[in-house]
């Protein structure tokens, strides 16, 4: 069954550097979705993507966070100066349409900024 | 604005009972769905179960089934004959029919006692 992927699984970067989180979402899929979870909180939308623009973003998706969908498989997710309150998992999420209420989950990206 | 609470941080049952996962929600919205996801230890979430807001009959899938309450703003997940593979850790989540985001609980820890 397919299934979306996320590399890398751990990342450990210094405060204020810039770091890339990666995703590849289910192939046929057309919406696509990054959410972050701060250890012991609730996993909190950041942004929906289709058609190569960003379709809605919740306030924490702040000017250092960017979105990319660079080939016709990756996209990801840019945070342009580390703060150590990025430090999170982050997943990332696909849908084949915005109809189709269920969002498929990647395994995350636990991001540790020191 | 939508919240989501799950009360019940963490939850024991044995293998071979039935338990009860509790949720509440808040909306103004009358059209939206509701899930629940699991996420099993170092693993994707995956979609447990569905209800769409304008139906009144309970979704359940197969072991699984919801007490859907519109009025009460409740959706109970309930799990039967439980299996040491339903250890995890479950969230309860809402979506807007218009949005994007998916609003989740905090999510509880399934424990199954073989």
């Known amino acids: 069954e397919p299934e979306v992927t996320q590399t890398p699984s751990h990342q450990v970067t210094q405060m204020g550097q810039e770091v890339i989180l990666r995703c590849v979402p289910i192939s046929n899929h057309l919406y696509f979705y990054w959410y972050r979870q701060i250890l012991g909180q609730k996993v909190e939308f950041l942004v929906s993507f289709y058609n190569n623009e960003i379709s809605e973003k919740s306030e924490i998706f702040d000017d250092q966070f960017s979105v990319e969908r660079p080939d016709g498989s990756n996209f990801t997710l840019k945070i342009r100066s580390t703060k150590l309150e990025d430090s999170a998992m982050y997943f990332c999420?696909?849908?084949?349409?915005?109809?189709?209420?269920?969002?498929?989950f990647g395994p995350g990206t636990r991001l540790t900024v020191l | 604005a939508q919240t989501v609470t799950q009360s019940q941080p963490e939850m024991s049952v044995q293998e071979a009972e039935t338990v009860t996962l509790s949720c509440t929600y808040d909306?103004?919205?009358?059209?939206?769905?509701l899930f629940w996801y699991k996420q099993p230890p170092s693993r994707q979430m995956i979609l447990v179960i569905r209800?769409?807001?304008?139906?009144?009959q309970n979704a359940t899938e197969n072991r699984f089934s919801v007490n859907f309450q519109k009025a009460a703003k409740s959706f109970s997940l309930k799990i039967s004959d439980s299996q040491l593979g339903d250890a995890a850790m479950y969230f309860c989540a809402y979506k807007g029919h218009r949005d994007d985001k998916i609003i989740f609980g905090k999510g509880t820890r399934l424990h199954i006692l073989p």
């Open positions: 999420a696909s849908s084949p349409s915005s109809l189709y209420n269920e969002q498929f």
């Open positions: 209800q769409e807001a304008y139906k009144q």
């Open positions: 909306t103004s919205e009358s059209d939206y769905y």
